[in-house]
């Protein structure tokens, strides 16, 4: 059984589907593509695929993953591009790997977001990230299965920087690898870039908009466009999300004939 993992996207209106709409997307892509999934036992057997840490409705990402489970090898990259042709135009298979490691999930530790709030000064924005990151605890509340819950928003963010956004530079992207196309570009607006820990209770990019409102008074006209660039492993030293599909490409390369091949030459005799 071969295992491939898949990086994806969720960009303009399509990060309006929900985590069970692109299932179904995703499923059908499996069969156009006619990919030979293994699927799981019993009554009712379904394709395994194994999603992970799927960013909420709503908000766009350049950075989601999954793994699927073969019963005959493909290559990955060929396998990517009719997957990716069977997509709908916006959930985007960009990148796929042979599993050749354990623990995907496990390197998912941290995620890089970006919010866009129109109608913000970029020195309203500043003020509201000063005030939050001078905090030691900032508590937002949000409703969760079991009712209301007040936690602590300030300390799974790791990093927080406001920037300003160009019209024309916002204009000059292509639609689609903007991160909200639909969104108005005819305005200088706040840019917030931050670096969340993943922790139980999950901190999202709402959560930190409702700790800048409650210590700042930033509360943006409009709802904030919202997009995730990356996730993964967070480096302590370097302060950094790293790729979680390295330790795989790292892998393949070092067990490829070439690299085999490299390492007998090397060999003393």
Known sequence: MQRI??????????????????QRAFERALRRAEVPMAYSAGFTPHPKVSYANAAPTGTGSEAEYLEIALTDARDPE???????????????????????????????????WELRLDGVTPEDAE????????????????KMKNGMRTFDARGAVVSLE?????PEAQKSQPETHSPQPDRPTDQACAILRLVVRHVTPAVRP?????????????APPVPAGVI??????????????????????????????????????????
Do not use: C, N, W
């Open 78 to 112: 060929k396998l990517r591009l009719l997957l990716d042709e069977s997509m709908p135009v916006g959930l985007d298979i960009i990148d796929a790997v042979e599993a050749r490691t354990s623990g995907l999930a496990d390197r998912l530790t941290a995620s890089v």
């Open 228 to 269: 995730r660039l990356a996730q993964g492993l967070f480096d302590e030293e370097t302060g950094t999300v790293t790729d979680p599909l390295a330790p795989d490409r790292e892998a393949v390369a070092a067990a490829s004939p070439t690299a085999a091949t490299a390492a007998a030459a090397k060999a003393p005799a």
């Open 162 to 166: 406001a920037h300003t956004a160009q």
């Open 127 to 142: 003020r509201a990230v000063d005030a939050f990151t001078s905090a030691e605890t900032v508590e937002v509340q949000r």
């Open 5 to 22: 993992r898949l990086r994806y996207t969720k960009r303009g209106r399509l990060r309006f589907t929900s985590h069970r709409d692109f």
């Open 206 to 218: 709402d959560d930190v908009l409702s700790g800048l409102r409650a210590v700042a008074d930033l």
